[in-house]
Structure formats: C-alpha cells, structure tokens
T-cell receptor
C-alpha cells in the first residue's frame, strides 16, 4: 500500500533532549516536506526536499534540522527542543516539483515540557 | 491579513444538507488544493485544481482564477463528512500556503 509513515505517533520529551521524528515513503517520490500545525495558525512548512541531498528552508525552520540521504527517508531532527516546539507535525511527499497531489503521514503529536 | 482565507471557520449541518466551504486568496497561484483532516489528525488530499471544476463522488470543487476564489461543495452530507477542510494554494514560487481550515460537523 502506498503510504507515508511517520514515527512516533505521540512523543513527550523535556527541554533540551535531542529527538528525531522519522518519515518514510514507499512511492519513490522526489519531493518530501515537513509541516507543523498549531491552533489558529494552520499548517506551516518547516523544511522541504526536492531530491536526495537537496533540502531547503520553509517558513519556520528555526530549531529544526533535516537530512535526505536516501529518497525514501526524510527525518526531522530537533537538536535542543523547547516548549514552543510543542505541536502536531506532518510529513508529506509527492512525485515531483510540479502541481501534484500531496500524500501526508498520520502525524506526530510532540509535547516538550 | 492572511494570504489564504477560508469561510466559515465553523459549520454545522444536518445530514442530507448541501454544504459549501469557501476559500479566497490574495496571491498569484499555480494550483489550489483541498485537504480533509479527520478528528484523528490524518490529512487526505481531496482535490488539486488549476482551473474549472472537479467532482469526486459527493464532493465538488470549483475555482475562479480571475476572482481568486474556490469553493468546496458537499452534496447529501453525512456524519462521516465531519472533519476539518483545509484550502492550500501553491504560489508562483512553488510555495504552499495553507488556510486555517473550516471545521464541519454533520449531525444525524
């Protein structure tokens, strides 16, 4: 089944403890991206990647890192999480850079205490 | 002012009613997406439009490029349609800009 898999689904951590949220897609998609969703603000893009080894900042990249070493994986790294990074995170992918349907992961609810 | 505005923010309906959700945007776009987010949080892409109209089952999406406006219609609404519907536009620099969503509740 074609899907974007995110893990974990829920995560509670403390300020400053490094964490990684994994994202994997099995559709051989070129484009992958990370979003955070906060009440009243909608979805905002954190980082995106148009292909392997190519990543770029979105609207809210501060405090986040990404890597794209393989086409299928696009992990989101929080080196030193802070409470303002408490949010619902989504990974998404699509075939290319043209206008195409986005496929979303099931989301990761992160709480930073 | 947000570049993508949705209305209404909240909508309740009785089963069977015809529903319209609106999206207006203020930037030049190459495409517009309608997304559905269920209470569990998962997001599904419903439509991608660059012109005209698309239909899938009971869902219809239209876009008027000149007026910078799109509508999502649900015919014969059902409680399982209860979700948040999100409009997103892809601007001319390929950036995706999201609206804040319309929360729909359909009661039996």
């Amino acid at each position: 089944e074609a899907q974007v898999t995110q893990n974990p689904r829920y995560l509670i951590t403390v300020t400053g403890k490094k964490l990684t949220v994994t994202c994997s897609q099995n559709m051989n998609h070129e484009y992958m991206s990370w979003y955070r969703q906060d009440p009243g603000l909608g979805l905002r893009q954190i980082y995106y990647s148009m292909n392997v080894e190519v990543t770029d900042k979105g609207d809210v990249p501060e405090g986040y890192k990404v890597s794209r070493k393989e086409k299928r994986n696009f992990p989101l790294i929080l080196e030193s999480p802070s409470p303002n990074q408490t949010s619902l995170y989504f990974c998404a992918s699509k075939q290319g850079v043209l206008n195409e349907k986005l496929f979303f992961g099931s989301g990761t609810q992160l709480s930073v205490l | 002012k947000n570049e993508v505005e949705q209305s209404p923010q909240n909508l309740t309906a009785q089963e069977g009613e015809f529903i319209t959700i609106n999206c207006s945007y203020s930037v030049g776009i190459s495409a517009l997406h309608w997304l559905q987010q269920h209470p569990g949080g998962g997001i599904v892409s419903l439509f991608m439009l660059s012109s005209g109209k698309k239909k899938h089952g009971r869902l219809i999406a239209t876009i008027n490029i000149q007026e910078k406006h799109s509508s999502l219609h649900i015919t014969a609404s059902h409680p399982r349609d209860s979700a948040v519907y999100i409009c997103a536009v892809r601007n001319n620099t390929d950036k995706l800009i999201f609206g804040t969503g319309t929360r729909l509740q359909v009661f039996p």
